[in-house]
């Protein structure tokens, strides 16, 4: 009882299917299971959605066709036309996101971003293939990206310590974001509900407050994944034009 | 294939497709205003940007001086570093430039950081 209290026992990995290959543990835990869950949802979304194809859509229809329209649109305005040859890692980015937060509000359920390692991982596929991506399009000439123009050479010494700094920085900021906030979040809604459990009659009042967090939580979760979305745009954009 | 006169219907429905698309683009850049969403977006991605720098900086400079096996300049060095790091994200985020490392005042490319700009700007009010 008072371990199903404690307020961070919900981003506990358990194993469901324990798995060894060699020295490494590659069981399938509840974050995976929860992965598969949404990577499946958003399959069915899409496919389903756009099977029967009528000019006037019906429910999922409009659901898929509305997520797509909004990724194309902060693509074309963020990047330009260039950006949509990356349309699809931004898509399943932003949804893979978005429906992992969104599925981590189901009580009892996993949030799979709540976990550094998972948004690590997002972040630096992100961070290196902009990086590569950035060297294929210009070259060495890209190394420029660290020189500011117009400065004294003097200067540089400094300057372009900070700069490589602030671009090494980019995978470090975009995993911390996500990261933080759900597990900020659903600690904040977990201490709440322990409140809740532990004060009788009075409950009514965490849980009202619960009510109101968990609003924030909705807004939050679909925020998140649209600042990941759009700081993997302005990456992009950067690397793509560099100004 | 499709530059064929416009009789052929699939030629016709090649240039119906691209007007729409023309007319889209320029309704979305002349549609503005800021959404809340956007704003409280802006919001939390300057949020983190001064604290995660300066935290990630100074890790680096301890760990170089742990490595070392002596001294402390790493850490002075890297947190100020830091700092400048981390100040001049969220000047760049917040003055509209996106997110760009060694912008250039006289940039003679294309339409996108334009465009960035002005998504920026509608941003901000």
Same mark, same amino acid.
Request: aromatic content about 12%; hydrophobic content about 55%.
């Given at each position: 009882?008072?371990?199903?209290?404690? &307020?961070?026992?919900?981003?506990?990995?358990?194993?469901?299917?324990?798995?060894?290959?060699?020295?490494?543990?590659?069981?399938?835990?509840?974050?995976?299971?929860?992965?598969?869950?949404?990577?499946?949802?958003?399959?069915?979304?899409? @496919?389903?959605?756009?099977?029967?194809?009528?000019? @006037? &859509?019906?429910?999922?229809?409009?659901?898929?066709?509305?997520?797509?329209?909004?990724?194309?649109?902060?693509?074309?305005?963020? /990047?330009?036309?260039?950006?949509?040859?990356?349309?699809?890692?931004?898509?399943?980015?932003?949804?893979?996101?978005?429906?992992?937060?969104?599925?981590?509000?189901?009580?009892?359920?996993?949030?799979?971003?709540?976990?550094?390692? /998972?948004?690590?991982?997002?972040?630096? /596929?992100?961070?290196?293939?902009?990086?590569?991506?950035?060297?294929?399009?210009?070259?060495?000439?890209?190394?420029?990206?660290?020189? &500011?123009?117009?400065?004294?050479?003097?200067?540089?010494?400094?300057?372009?310590?900070?700069?490589?700094?602030?671009?090494?920085?980019?995978?470090?900021?975009?995993?911390?974001?996500?990261?933080?906030?759900?597990?900020?979040?659903?600690?904040?809604?977990?201490?709440?509900?322990?409140?809740?459990?532990?004060?009788? /009659?009075?409950?009514?009042? &965490?849980?009202?407050?619960?009510?109101?967090?968990?609003?924030?939580?909705?807004?939050?979760?679909?925020?998140?994944?649209?600042?990941?979305?759009?700081?993997?745009?302005?990456?992009?954009?950067?690397?793509?034009?560099?100004? | 294939? +499709?530059? =064929?006169?416009? +009789?052929?219907?699939?030629?016709?429905?090649?240039?119906?497709?691209?007007? *729409?698309?023309?007319?889209?683009?320029?309704?979305?850049?002349?549609? +503005?205003?800021?959404? $809340?969403?956007?704003?409280?977006?802006?919001?939390?991605? %300057?949020?983190?940007?001064?604290?995660?720098? %300066?935290?990630?900086? $100074?890790?680096?400079?301890?760990?170089?001086?742990?490595?070392?096996?002596?001294?402390?300049?790493?850490?002075? %060095?890297?947190?100020?570093?830091?700092? *400048? $790091?981390?100040?001049?994200? %969220?000047?760049? $985020?917040?003055?509209?430039?996106?997110?760009?490392?060694?912008?250039?005042?006289? +940039?003679?490319?294309? *339409?996108?950081?334009?465009?960035?700009?002005? *998504?920026? =700007?509608?941003?901000?009010?």
């Amino acid at each position: 009882m008072a371990i199903e209290l404690h &307020p961070l026992h919900q981003f506990t990995i358990e194993r469901i299917v324990p798995l060894r290959i060699g020295g490494l543990d590659v069981s399938y835990t509840n974050s995976a299971l929860l992965m598969t869950i949404v990577v499946i949802l958003i399959t069915a979304l899409t @496919v389903l959605g756009t099977r029967r194809a009528a000019l @006037v &859509p019906g429910r999922w229809q409009s659901v898929a066709e509305m997520s797509y329209e909004f990724v194309a649109d902060m693509i074309q305005s963020n /990047v330009g036309p260039e950006g949509m040859a990356y349309f699809t890692f931004i898509f399943s980015l932003f949804m893979f996101i978005l429906f992992a937060n969104l599925l981590g509000l189901i009580p009892y359920s996993f949030t799979v971003t709540s976990h550094i390692i /998972v948004t690590f991982a997002l972040a630096a /596929v992100v961070f290196v293939g902009v990086t590569i991506i950035g060297f294929v399009q210009h070259g060495l000439h890209f190394l420029r990206f660290f020189v &500011p123009e117009g400065v004294p050479k003097v200067l540089l010494l400094l300057l372009v310590p900070i700069e490589v700094l602030s671009y090494f920085i980019r995978p470090f900021t975009l995993s911390i974001r996500l990261f933080a906030n759900m597990l900020a979040g659903h600690t904040m809604l977990a201490i709440f509900a322990g409140f809740a459990a532990i004060l009788g /009659v009075f409950a009514i009042f &965490p849980l009202g407050v619960n009510l109101l967090l968990l609003a924030l939580e909705l807004l939050v979760a679909t925020l998140q994944a649209y600042v990941f979305a759009i700081l993997t745009c302005l990456y992009l954009n950067d690397a793509i034009h560099m100004h | 294939m +499709s530059e =064929d006169p416009p +009789s052929d219907p699939l030629a016709r429905l090649g240039e119906k497709i691209d007007r *729409a698309q023309l007319e889209r683009t320029t309704r979305r850049s002349a549609k +503005s205003g800021p959404s $809340a969403q956007q704003g409280i977006g802006f919001g939390y991605r %300057v949020g983190i940007e001064l604290v995660a720098a %300066v935290i990630i900086a $100074a890790g680096l400079g301890w760990a170089f001086d742990r490595w070392l096996g002596r001294g402390h300049w790493g850490l002075i %060095v890297m947190f100020f570093l830091g700092v *400048a $790091a981390g100040m001049l994200n %969220v000047y760049r $985020a917040v003055s509209g430039l996106g997110m760009a490392i060694g912008y250039r005042p006289h +940039s003679d490319e294309g *339409a996108g950081s334009r465009q960035t700009k002005d *998504a920026w =700007d509608d941003e901000e009010c």
